[in-house]
């Protein structure tokens, strides 16, 4: 008999395939890693280099597929290098190599020491937890001579189903073989969650019961309601599937620009973190870029990139999108995303901690140095790209931060990502001349949930009332004011959250490039006042599931009136 999981959906679609498992992590028991033998001690020195050496070996190898990738795939990945060389991790783990363990074990124990202070951190430094284990399995696959670790290639396409994954894993995936991600743990707006968005390929997480799925084993996905069948009919399989193909083949044919069905306009725009993710967004059809992450030029260097080689990485995105808005975001470093040039505070908490605008607080010549570079590459560039701080709090942090840019002749904004800065949007938009809402971490601190734990994955769904209820407050602060409200989280790649956010006053939407079709074909398909209709149910429910299946009600309800309507008015 077919059996139903059902778990948190992410990125919508269908896919019928055979189960993938990932390769096996190397044995971590005390016999394998040699936990019993005391190294002696004038062993303990090589045996220290050696621990460095591989560790140097695994960092030099995520760097190189950093290199390979772009975006958050490379972002991620870069970070990831960054735990294989944490002089914290590796100072422990020499340690207990100085104490006599050997270099495997002594991998064990630190990473265990590690992931229990991140655990007890929670919030994103929690996150990390996966990420330190894949470093940890790497470390000592090169130590102990074994293959690396990771995801394998499949003969055909299949559905990889895990407990979580690291970067480096989902990083690397192929999405014409690996054609859906199912995971026991994670939540909506975990790594693997973004990067699957970014490979365009459904993706459904906190699904418990996926323990015992041999591999092999037939599978359909439905990223699109979270339902998981095992060894479903195959007939019946294959009919969802061929319609979710037709359906993908008419949104492919959308070209923008950005419009609901009768005709109010709507910003389709990518998230980009460097010049070759902004070239190729270019081949989607966005209309400029929402949300340029700069962090990638700061991460994992020893000393601050020069305002000469931001000015350069800037530049090469404004010329991608060459007359068109770019939105740039200035760093937003700290919490997992440390800088290795800063000394950073030793926080309890440091997803509350010093992070993004608080950065430039402390370090106010990093933020001048950056806006420097950003206005040598407008003024080289003959563009005028627009500015946002993320982390702000208040209408003073905005107002600082404002008066800096202007003070260099460009546009200025700041993220809503924090409740506080939501309930004080219209003192905010008072300040600067636009705003986007960051709906990953504003979800996640609204619902005081670990976007990372699968437990609390319905909390951190942006689907949730509250999250809905603080998005209407922004937009109706813009709307007051006459200023652009856009949205620069993942919650911009769901089409039918998409039409909800522009019901709510949303005026601008930017995601993964992938997403523009499925977004932009669905607002077409219906009008502002179905949008309005739909945002209005989603506001009475209250849980996101409610939330989704009143809107989609609505929405889909109203699709094919819309578009009559549409014809019917330009036969006129």
């Given at each position: 008999m077919t059996q139903i999981l059902t778990g948190t959906p992410v990125v919508g679609g269908v896919a019928h395939g055979p189960a993938l498992s990932p390769g096996r992590r190397p044995d971590h028991s005390a016999e394998a890693?040699?936990?019993?033998?005391?190294?002696?001690?004038?062993?303990?020195?090589?045996?220290v280099a050696r621990f460095t050496a591989a560790a140097g070996v695994v960092a030099a190898r995520l760097r190189e597929r950093a290199s390979q990738n772009t975006g958050v795939?490379?972002?991620?990945?870069?970070?990831?290098?960054?735990?294989?060389?944490?002089?914290?991790?590796?100072?422990?783990?020499?340690?207990?190599?100085?104490?006599?363990?050997?270099?495997?074990?002594?991998?064990?124990?630190?990473?265990?020491?590690?992931?229990?202070?991140?655990?007890?951190?929670?919030?994103?430094?929690?996150?990390?937890?996966?990420?330190?284990?894949?470093?940890?399995?790497?470390?000592?696959?090169?130590?102990?001579?074994?293959?690396?670790?990771?995801?394998?290639?499949?003969?055909?396409?299949?559905?990889?189903?895990?407990?979580?994954?690291?970067?480096?894993?989902?990083?690397?995936?192929?999405?014409?073989?690996?054609?859906?991600?199912?995971?026991?743990?994670?939540?909506?707006?975990?790594?693997?969650?973004?990067?699957?968005?970014?490979?365009?390929?459904?993706?459904?997480?906190?699904?418990?019961?996926?323990v015992g799925i041999d591999a092999g084993t037939a599978i359909l996905v439905d990223g699109t309601t979270g339902e998981i069948a095992v060894d479903p009919d195959d007939t019946a399989a294959r009919a969802r599937v061929e319609e979710y193909r037709r359906h993908a083949a008419r949104i492919a044919g959308w070209s923008g620009p950005?419009?609901?069905?009768?005709?109010?306009?709507?910003?389709?725009?990518?998230?980009?973190?460097?010049?070759?993710?902004?070239?190729?967004?270019?081949?989607?059809?966005?209309?400029?870029?929402?949300?340029?992450?700069?962090?990638?030029?700061?991460?994992?260097?020893?000393?601050?990139?020069?305002?000469?080689?931001?000015?350069?990485?800037?530049?090469?995105?404004?010329?991608?999108?060459?007359?068109?808005?770019?939105?740039?975001?200035?760093?937003d470093a700290g919490s997992d995303k440390p800088l290795r040039f800063v000394t950073h505070p030793d926080e309890a908490n440091p997803a509350l901690g010093v992070r993004g605008d608080r950065i430039a607080l402390a370090h106010p010549e990093i933020r001048a140095r950056q806006l420097d570079a950003i206005a040598r590459a407008a003024q080289e560039a003959d563009a005028q790209p627009w500015v946002m701080a993320p982390m702000i709090a208040s209408p003073a942090e905005a107002a600082a931060f404002a008066a800096q840019v202007r003070e260099r002749g460009l546009v200025a904004g700041v993220m809503i990502e924090v409740?506080?800065?939501?309930?004080?949007?219209?003192?905010?938009?008072?300040?600067?001349?636009?705003?986007?809402?960051?709906?990953?971490?504003?979800?996640?601190?609204?619902?005081?949930?670990?976007?990372?734990?699968?437990?609390?994955?319905?909390?951190?769904?942006?689907?949730?009332?509250?999250v809905l209820h603080l998005v209407a407050t922004v937009a109706r602060a813009g709307r007051d004011q006459g200023k652009p409200v856009g949205v620069c989280g993942e919650a911009a790649a769901d089409p039918h959250l998409a039409c909800v956010l522009v019901g709510l006053g949303v005026t601008s939407l930017s995601s993964a490039p992938v997403a523009a079709p499925a977004v932009g074909a669905q607002l077409g398909a219906v009008t502002l006042a179905t949008c309005e209709n739909a945002a209005a149910a989603a506001l009475a429910a209250t849980d996101p599931a409610t939330a989704r299946a009143a809107a989609a009600a609505v929405l889909d309800s109203g699709a094919d009136t819309d578009s009559d309507e549409v014809r019917l008015a330009a036969s006129r």
């Amino acid at each position: 008999m077919t059996q139903i999981l059902t778990g948190t959906p992410v990125v919508g679609g269908v896919a019928h395939g055979p189960a993938l498992s990932p390769g096996r992590r190397p044995d971590h028991s005390a016999e394998a890693l040699g936990a019993g033998v005391e190294i002696s001690e004038d062993q303990r020195p090589e045996e220290v280099a050696r621990f460095t050496a591989a560790a140097g070996v695994v960092a030099a190898r995520l760097r190189e597929r950093a290199s390979q990738n772009t975006g958050v795939a490379a972002e991620v990945l870069a970070a990831t290098a960054g735990l294989a060389e944490d002089r914290g991790w590796i100072g422990a783990a020499s340690a207990l190599i100085a104490r006599g363990a050997s270099a495997p074990s002594a991998a064990v124990a630190a990473t265990e020491q590690f992931a229990a202070v991140f655990t007890k951190l929670g919030g994103l430094m929690a996150e990390r937890v996966t990420d330190l284990n894949d470093v940890r399995d790497r470390v000592l696959a090169e130590l102990l001579g074994l293959p690396e670790p990771g995801v394998p290639t499949p003969e055909v396409p299949s559905i990889l189903l895990a407990d979580d994954l690291a970067p480096a894993d989902t990083a690397g995936l192929d999405p014409t073989t690996t054609i859906a991600l199912v995971t026991r743990l994670g939540g909506p707006t975990s790594h693997t969650a973004i990067i699957a968005r970014q490979l365009g390929i459904p993706c459904v997480v906190a699904v418990s019961g996926l323990v015992g799925i041999d591999a092999g084993t037939a599978i359909l996905v439905d990223g699109t309601t979270g339902e998981i069948a095992v060894d479903p009919d195959d007939t019946a399989a294959r009919a969802r599937v061929e319609e979710y193909r037709r359906h993908a083949a008419r949104i492919a044919g959308w070209s923008g620009p950005g419009r609901t069905g009768d005709g109010v306009e709507v910003a389709i725009l990518a998230h980009v973190a460097d010049g070759s993710s902004a070239r190729a967004a270019t081949d989607h059809p966005v209309e400029g870029v929402g949300l340029f992450r700069t962090e990638l030029a700061f991460l994992e260097r020893a000393d601050e990139p020069s305002v000469d080689e931001q000015a350069c990485i800037y530049r090469e995105v404004l010329d991608a999108f060459d007359g068109r808005k770019v939105v740039i975001r200035t760093l937003d470093a700290g919490s997992d995303k440390p800088l290795r040039f800063v000394t950073h505070p030793d926080e309890a908490n440091p997803a509350l901690g010093v992070r993004g605008d608080r950065i430039a607080l402390a370090h106010p010549e990093i933020r001048a140095r950056q806006l420097d570079a950003i206005a040598r590459a407008a003024q080289e560039a003959d563009a005028q790209p627009w500015v946002m701080a993320p982390m702000i709090a208040s209408p003073a942090e905005a107002a600082a931060f404002a008066a800096q840019v202007r003070e260099r002749g460009l546009v200025a904004g700041v993220m809503i990502e924090v409740p506080a800065a939501a309930i004080l949007a219209p003192a905010i938009l008072a300040e600067v001349d636009f705003v986007s809402i960051g709906t990953n971490d504003l979800t996640q601190y609204t619902m005081a949930a670990d976007r990372m734990s699968a437990e609390l994955a319905s909390l951190t769904d942006p689907w949730q009332p509250a999250v809905l209820h603080l998005v209407a407050t922004v937009a109706r602060a813009g709307r007051d004011q006459g200023k652009p409200v856009g949205v620069c989280g993942e919650a911009a790649a769901d089409p039918h959250l998409a039409c909800v956010l522009v019901g709510l006053g949303v005026t601008s939407l930017s995601s993964a490039p992938v997403a523009a079709p499925a977004v932009g074909a669905q607002l077409g398909a219906v009008t502002l006042a179905t949008c309005e209709n739909a945002a209005a149910a989603a506001l009475a429910a209250t849980d996101p599931a409610t939330a989704r299946a009143a809107a989609a009600a609505v929405l889909d309800s109203g699709a094919d009136t819309d578009s009559d309507e549409v014809r019917l008015a330009a036969s006129r």
